[in-house]
């Protein structure tokens, strides 16, 4: 079946640096996406790795294997707007190139601590 | 203004009635989305259009319907509403098939 797996909840301290896994079993592969939801809002993309490796966008970075189908999302510098949860979500890989369909996992929420 | 624009933002109603929620964007993306978000259950998909003439199911169509009346327009329907479809609703579109959904501000939908 097709699965995604991360922690539920993290925490961590102003300042610091968190990394929030997942973990996925797909059929097929054709890339990931990391989001981020603030409560009651609407969740808003943050990466997109299709390949393997380390993509970085300023504080936050996102690392692909596909072999050990693993991600994993970094946070560097947490700062209390960062509480939110972080979605990640997978496009698998069967099917026509257009009816791919994005696999959602529940979610990280994650506490940033004064 | 918002690229992805979702109407009502709430809206309370009772068992039996009919309710449209509805969707438009200014992104000019063909691909368009109905997703519900309940607490422990992320987001799960309702229905999705990849243009004007393609509708599909997603994996909860039941007890739904859409109607995408323009490219920028995409609304939900539930005919007769029930309390366990209270939740947050959200519309996202996207441009091609590896491109990032871009979420409205949802509509949090109550039926008593």
């Known amino acids: 079946g097709q699965n995604i797996d991360q922690p539920t909840e993290m925490t961590a301290t102003e300042g610091a640096i968190v990394q929030i896994n997942c973990t996925y079993q797909?059929?097929?592969?054709?890339?990931l996406f990391w989001y981020q939801q603030h409560a009651g809002e609407a969740p808003t993309f943050l990466s997109y790795?299709?390949l393997d490796g380390l993509e970085e966008k300023g504080r936050f970075s996102s690392f692909l294997s596909r072999s050990k189908g693993y991600s994993y999302l970094l946070l560097k510098e947490l700062q209390m707007k960062d509480s939110a949860s972080y979605l990640c979500a997978v496009r698998e890989g069967l099917g026509a190139g257009n009816n791919r369909k994005l696999i959602w996992g529940l979610g990280t929420s994650l506490a940033v601590n004064p | 203004d918002a690229d992805v624009t979702q109407t009502p933002r709430n809206r309370i109603t009772k068992t039996g009635k009919r309710i449209m929620l509805e969707c438009s964007q200014t992104?000019?993306?063909?691909?368009m989305y109905w997703y519900r978000q309940d607490p422990g259950l992320g987001l799960r998909l309702i229905y999705y259009?990849?243009?004007?003439?393609?509708?599909n199911k997603g994996e909860i169509s039941d007890g739904y319907s859409v109607s995408r009346q323009a490219q920028a327009k995409f609304s939900l329907s539930l005919e007769s509403a029930i309390p366990n479809q209270t939740a947050l609703y959200f519309c996202?579109?996207?441009?091609?098939?590896?491109?990032?959904?871009?979420f409205g501000d949802g509509t949090r939908l109550s039926i008593l």
């Open positions: 790795n299709v």
């Open positions: 259009s990849f243009d004007v003439k393609d509708i």
């Open positions: 992104k000019g993306h063909d691909r």
């Open positions: 797909t059929s097929g592969f054709n890339g």
């Open positions: 996202a579109t996207s441009g091609a098939v590896n491109q990032p959904q871009h």
